[in-house]
């Protein structure tokens, strides 16, 4: 449906209580990007609000199908895809169904593996753990609070930390470093987003048997690191500064070999 006639009927639990949640997915190479992640999370958090997955992103198979469709109705061999889902009906703060109601909309993906030369840790804000931290949507008004951090300081990238100053992961993406051949990156714990791409990291890191520390690191750790990067479904990108602190421009071998 063109954008100039699409509408929303009234009323809408997305709107009125952000009673959903979002995927930032991408579509390349004829099929979608660790749709098998994207699937299992939408799952995951559907559990925790109580809804159920139409039909049509019921299974990793028909999720791809579905936005395989819409990317190619909109002749995009490379699409990034926004698939959001809220509760169906009305009423007030008690659902009156667990059926999900979905708008996917599709623009064209444009790749950006650069390196990020000048990041720095939030002043304004610090990520908030939940049982729904670990999805897109319920908490994104940190992210627009810490993008909006990020433009007035002219960053490329900033980083969140929780509440008690343990590094969680940047404005858009997991956060990894590397130290003496060990990788390093936040647990869930901190209220960071269970990204795919950090999900595809950690598998292909354990894969080739490299050391894997999942856990809650101050600055200090992350400062002291030999290399950086941050990692989200559309690309890995080296951390090349955060401050004052400069790090080696290195990826682990491992992360070289990802497969889309």
């Known amino acids: 449906m063109a ?11 997305g709107l009125a209580f952000g009673d959903g949640f979002f995927e930032t997915l991408v579509f390349t190479a004829g099929h979608l990007r660790l749709a098998a992640d994207h699937h299992a999370r939408m799952q995951q958090a559907a559990a925790a609000l109580y809804l159920t997955l139409p039909a049509a992103l019921a299974t990793a198979e028909a999720l791809e199908a579905t936005l395989a469709t819409l990317a190619t109705a909109n002749q995009l061999p490379a699409a990034r895809l926004r698939l959001q889902l809220w509760r169906g009906g009305g009423g007030r703060y008690p659902p009156a169904t667990d059926a999900a109601e979905w708008l996917a909309t599709a623009e064209t993906f444009v790749p950006d593996d650069s390196a990020i030369t000048n990041a720095d840790f939030a002043l304004e804000t610090h990520s908030i753990y939940s049982p729904l931290s670990f999805c897109k949507g319920p908490q994104a008004w940190l992210y627009v609070r810490a993008a909006h951090e990020r433009q007035q300081r002219e960053l490329n990238e900033i980083i969140l930390c929780d509440a008690h100053r343990h590094v969680a992961e940047a404005g858009a993406a997991a956060i990894f470093w590397v130290k003496n051949e060990v990788l390093f990156t936040p647990a869930l714990e901190t209220g960071c987003v269970a990204g795919v791409r950090r999900a595809q990291v950690l598998r292909a890191a354990r894969a080739a048997d490299a ?42 071998a491992f992360i070289q070999n990802l497969s889309s």
């Open 211 to 252: 050391e894997c520390r999942e856990g809650l690191f101050m600055r200090g750790e992350l400062l002291a690191a030999d290399a950086v990067f941050a990692a989200n479904v559309a690309a890995v990108r080296m951390v090349l500064q955060v401050g004052e602190t400069s790090f080696t421009p290195a990826l682990p």
């Open 3 to 13: 954008e100039s006639r699409f509408g929303l009927p009234l009323p809408n639990r």
